[in-house]
Structures are given as C-alpha cells and as structure tokens.
C-alpha cells in the first residue's frame, strides 16, 4: 500500500466538486488545483469554500495563480517521495523546481488559510508550499497516517489467518486468540512509531476479555 493521489488536469468548480465526492469514500487523495479569482476572496461559493464547507477529508483544495504550473503535480511528486512504511514527511515548506510563487496579498493569505486551501508563497526568502490542508482542515501527512495504519493493519490480520490456517489450526474466540489480535495490532503500531507515525512509546491497544464481549457480536467472531 502507499498513498494514492489524484491530479486532474480538467480544473473547473464543477468538475472538481464531482472529484471530491467521488473520492471522499475511497482510500485516495485528491489535489484538486484551482484558479479561480473568487478562491482569493471572501466568497463563500467558490470551489474551495465549498469543499471545506463539504468537510471533504480527501481532497486538498490548491490555488495557484497559473494554471499552466502544475503546482498540485509536483508538489505531490515530491512529497509523496517518503515512503510511509519508512518516514513521515510534512506536506508544508516543499521547495518545488519549476513552479513560482502566487503574488498574494496580506488578504488573499488570509481569505486561503480561512478556506483551508494551500498555495505556493515566500517563507522568509525562500518559495515554499504552504500549508498542507485537507479542506476539512486535517493535515495531509496524518490523512496519511490513518490509511496506512489502516491498511497495515488488514494486512498483518490477514496474514495472521492465513498462517494459522495453513498450519491446519485455527484462532479461537478466547481471550488468548483476542491477544493474537491485539499483539497483531500493537505490531503494526510499533512499525508506526519507528516512521515517525506516532511519537515512540505513545501506542497501545485494549482488548476486550471474551467473556465482556455480547453473545450477538461473538457469534460474527472466529470460534
């Protein structure tokens, strides 16, 4: 698994907003770059407004004042770098080649940053990618986080049936098979912390006795 980004090049309202909802209930991202004047204003119908209003946690809102500078491309080209079994990496102050930096006003910055949109402006002296939002508000690096915990998760929990299954076995609903699940878990956890993930030693899982969990769920579990 690794991140999966989209970057349209059709980058009208209409068809950005079609994007999101369509990506929303998928394990993708979507930089969906704009740019439309009225992002820059106080309007609360331009395309970015209308996703943070959506509280879309898959799309990442991305004005850029040239539409021929795929700013949203290379900015994922070169974050998405880091591989998240490895490191984690901020999506803010990415220094791209090739793309220039929007002329903002102090007001424009700030009309963005209300709209939870992302833009490409001067830190200090230096043309950096600012600030690495989805347009719910979340940071991208720990949407990120999520679906890879998610995802190492369903895999370390498959494997772990496969194995006890090819070794003519099975895990029982006791509290010993819950724990093979928690120590499964707790493994994937332990990973994230030597990425950076989670600060070390911050994980832990809880799990129930099999005795305290209701007869209508165990009947779903493993016996």
Same mark, same amino acid.
């Given at each position: 698994?690794?991140? $999966? ?9 209409? /068809? ?41 946690? $898959? ?11 795929? /700013? ?46 992302? /833009? ?12 690495? /939002? ?90």
């Amino acid at each position: 698994w690794g991140p $999966r980004p989209y970057v349209t090049e059709v980058k009208t309202p209409g /068809f950005i907003l079609a994007v999101a909802g369509w990506i929303e209930s998928r394990d993708r991202l979507y930089l969906a770059q704009t740019t439309a004047p009225d992002t820059l204003t106080t309007s609360t119908t331009d395309v970015a407004s209308v996703l943070k209003a959506a509280a879309r946690t $898959r799309t990442a809102a991305v004005y850029h004042h040239d539409d021929d500078e795929e /700013f949203a491309f290379t900015w994922a080209a070169k974050t998405l770098q880091a591989n998240p079994d490895n490191t984690t990496t901020t999506w803010a102050y990415k220094r791209l080649s090739g793309i220039t930096k929007s002329p903002l006003t102090a007001t424009q910055r700030s009309n963005l940053e209300g709209k939870n949109a992302n /833009f490409f402006l001067d830190f200090f002296t230096f043309p950096v990618s600012w600030e690495g /939002f989805t347009a719910e508000g979340q940071y991208l690096d720990v949407r990120i986080t999520l679906d890879w915990v998610k995802a190492r998760t369903q895999e370390a929990l498959a494997q772990l049936y496969i194995d006890v299954s090819n070794q003519n076995s099975k895990i029982p609903y006791t509290d010993e098979g819950i724990q093979q699940h928690a120590g499964v878990v707790l493994g994937v956890l332990r990973r994230g912390e030597g990425a950076g993930h989670f600060v070390g030693g911050s994980t832990s899982v809880q799990a129930p006795l099999a005795a305290d969990v209701p007869t209508a769920t165990s009947q779903h579990q493993l016996s």
